[in-house]
């Protein structure tokens, strides 16, 4: 990765080369990226799936190759797996809007932790408005890390989903997501992972990870905005509904009826960012040439050097200083 590769950091901000540290809330476009975009209308821009033109099928090519691409990212299953969707917070919207019609009722509860972005907090908490469910947080041991022995007591026969974040988008703090993953399964309460911080700077398989869902943004990880991903197990994708109706979702429509199309198209409704996604593929491409573990080797060796620096300075507190990052 380097810093001719960013359009951007060209640009002189108060007189001086530009230095940009807010990368946990978007990151800045690798020149590929951007070419991508400019190439998806300047070429082959139509509609997915709906025509039979040149243009149509090169632009549907593009689409599930991306999707393709992103499977291989998270070593899903299978692309049926992969549901493109506006970002994260969508994803987590999506989710709280299918999994809770189907699956949640009065009484029932709801899992988060203090760490959570309140992306992942808000949708659970009208989930449980609409239903007459709880919501319930796994509270931080001193070290600001999570209280493993509290979400012990926090599970219950009443808990329907966990919902967590796998890195804090505040601390940095790479959470055990396979223990929590373990501990609800066992009492047989599904997962959701917020992989929004930690896709773009770990190899995650969720296969192995277990995970029942994964929610990501693209433009966290050099991609465009407007993109995101949820990832579900197909057993938990095929018995939960549409979470939103029209266009592509649907196989057979009448007044009388309306049939789902097959996964993973049941959860696109309407045109899909195709373009997006495209883009995104290149950036995953820009990744994976760059080598996740190289990039997670860097990112600790910073963090270390910069609590050493840090630390040196009287007046400065670092939280959750020596924690795997």
């Not at 991508?36 to 593009?62: C, D, F, M, P």
């Not at 969707?85 to 987590?92: N, V």
């Not at 196989?251 to 789902?260: A, G, L, N």
Request: charged share 25%; proline share 3%; net charge negative.
């Amino acid at each position: 990765m380097r810093r001719e590769d960013f359009p951007i950091l060209n640009e002189k901000v108060h007189g001086r080369a530009l230095v940009y540290l807010d990368n946990a809330a978007t990151t800045q476009k690798p020149q590929v990226v951007i070419d991508a975009i400019a190439e998806a209308y300047g070429k082959w821009n139509a509609n997915v799936h709906r025509g039979v033109h040149h243009l149509s099928q090169v632009a549907t090519k593009n689409h599930e190759e991306a999707r393709k691409k992103v499977a291989e990212l998270l070593h899903a299953h299978s692309e049926e797996e992969i549901i493109f969707t506006k970002g994260t917070t969508d994803s987590i919207n999506m989710l709280a809007r299918s999994f809770g019609d189907a699956m949640v009722k009065e009484g029932d509860e709801i899992i988060v932790s203090q760490l959570e972005h309140h992306s992942n907090i808000v949708p659970w908490q009208m989930l449980c408005e609409r239903k007459g469910a709880v919501l319930k947080v796994i509270p931080l041991r001193e070290d600001l890390s999570l209280d493993i022995e509290a979400f012990k007591g926090l599970l219950s026969e009443k808990t329907r989903l966990v919902s967590v974040a796998q890195v804090s988008n505040v601390l940095g703090i790479v959470n055990p997501v396979e223990e929590i993953i373990r501990l609800a399964h066992a009492r047989g309460v599904a997962v959701c992972v917020d992989g929004a911080q930690s896709v773009p700077h770990l190899a995650v398989d969720v296969q192995e990870m277990d995970c029942d869902f994964l929610v990501m943004s693209a433009h966290k990880m050099y991609g465009p905005t407007g993109l995101g991903v949820l990832y579900g197990k197909k057993e938990w994708l095929d018995k939960l509904p549409p979470a939103e109706g029209g266009g592509e979702m649907i196989e057979h429509v009448s007044f009388e009826k309306t049939t789902y199309n097959v996964l993973p198209y049941k959860f696109e409704a309407g045109t899909p960012n195709y373009v997006g996604s495209y883009a995104f593929g290149k950036a995953i491409d820009y990744l994976q040439a760059i080598g996740l573990e190289h990039i997670a080797t860097h990112e600790h060796a910073l963090a270390e050097y910069m609590e050493q620096q840090l630390s040196q300075i009287s007046q400065v507190h670092v939280y959750a200083a020596g924690q795997k990052k």
